[in-house]
């Protein structure tokens, strides 16, 4: 079955077969509109896959949809999360209190949750203040694309690691780790019926957010990290893939090699980028310079800051990869390009 993209308020629950189902969930004021949470039936009882973000109107919805489709979420067993996102893991904590039921999410980004949850506003705060500088924005723009302290989502009570199955009696639903968009994204694969829940790693017509914060950061590579968990999704085969936004689609391998492609096209658009530049640029210049679906001038402050961590990201990618390189003891951190 596949569906295509429609406004939330065209958006139905919908029983896709084979013991599963989709409940659109609103986002308010995100452009994404909603998640798609979706339910895996069992003998023990329905399992979601992400449940969502964390507002009446969203709990309204998710267990609204829930009961059009015959399923009353105190009787959900388990939510397993596919990243820590508030759009992802924002309810589990309300179905958790209503159902008595588990949260299940890879262990990378419960690390990241417990330490959300130790962060205090201040330090938060400090930290963007910082990170901004470092990476070249000026003081003015540095206030303005402060975003404020995330309320973290509810810590899980298992932690998942690659390969492991999830408690789905009767059924095989596989976490596949694809790290990238957040350390411990997680892709489902139900072996039983060759189907592929993507989260937010393979959607069907935009691609996610790859980051690193804080932005001049060395010993990380998420978009490398990323292209390897392409790979990885593109090794299961042509899949049908039920992704977290957007629609429903099929051969998420074919997808994921058009993912790759932009990425590569990026990376060499930057690499030339930097090489044409007489003078090292800061990350915060490099963003300016690069492709967005706005231009930089028309960009909010606080997607500049996405776009300066995306920018990030990639030149990272480039550095590791020796085609560029950062200039040691440089305060905001520049890179410049390596000969060919």
Not at 32 to 37: R, W
Not at 115 to 129: I, K, S, V
Not at 274 to 292: G, H, N, S, V, Y
Request: hydrophobic share 40%; proline share 8%.
């Amino acid at each position: 079955m596949k569906t295509r993209r429609r406004p939330y308020a065209e958006q139905r629950p919908q029983d896709l077969g084979g013991g599963v189902w989709s409940v659109p969930v609103p986002i308010p004021g995100n452009p994404l509109g909603y998640t798609l949470v979706y339910a895996v039936e069992s003998p023990k009882g329905h399992v979601l896959v992400d449940a969502g973000w964390n507002h009446p109107d969203a709990w309204d919805a998710l267990s609204g949809g829930l009961a059009a489709l015959g399923i009353d979420v105190t009787t959900v067993s388990g939510v397993v999360v596919t990243h820590f996102h508030p759009d992802h893991a924002g309810l589990a904590g309300q179905v958790r209190e209503a159902s008595g039921g588990w949260i299940a999410m890879h262990e990378n980004d419960a690390a990241l949750v417990r330490l959300m949850t130790e962060f205090a506003a201040g330090e938060h705060d400090a930290f963007q203040t910082d990170m901004l500088r470092r990476a070249g924005a000026d003081p003015g723009e540095a206030r303005q694309a402060m975003g404020g302290r995330p309320t973290p989502p509810a810590l899980p009570d298992r932690e998942l690691r690659d390969g492991d199955l999830v408690d789905l009696p009767g059924r095989k639903l596989r976490a596949v780790h694809t790290p990238g968009h957040t350390p411990g994204h997680i892709c489902l694969h139900l072996e039983d019926a060759d189907r592929l829940f993507t989260g937010d790693h393979v959607l069907p017509d935009i691609t996610p957010h790859i980051g690193i914060y804080p932005y001049d950061r060395d010993d990380v590579d998420p978009l490398s990290d990323f292209l390897e968990s392409l790979d990885r999704v593109s090794d299961l085969g042509s899949l049908d893939a039920l992704p977290a936004h957007e629609w429903i689609f099929p051969d998420v391998a074919a997808r994921a090699a058009q993912i790759r492609h932009h990425h590569e096209e990026k990376l060499e658009r930057l690499r030339a980028l930097l090489a044409e530049r007489p003078q090292p640029l800061t990350i915060w210049e490099a963003a300016a310079m690069m492709t967005w679906n706005k231009p930089w001038d028309e960009l909010a402050p606080m997607l500049r800051g996405m776009a300066a961590g995306e920018a990030a990201a990639h030149l990272r990618t480039l550095e590791a990869r020796g085609q560029i390189r950062r200039l040691a003891g440089v305060e905001p951190v520049r890179f410049h390009a390596l000969d060919s």
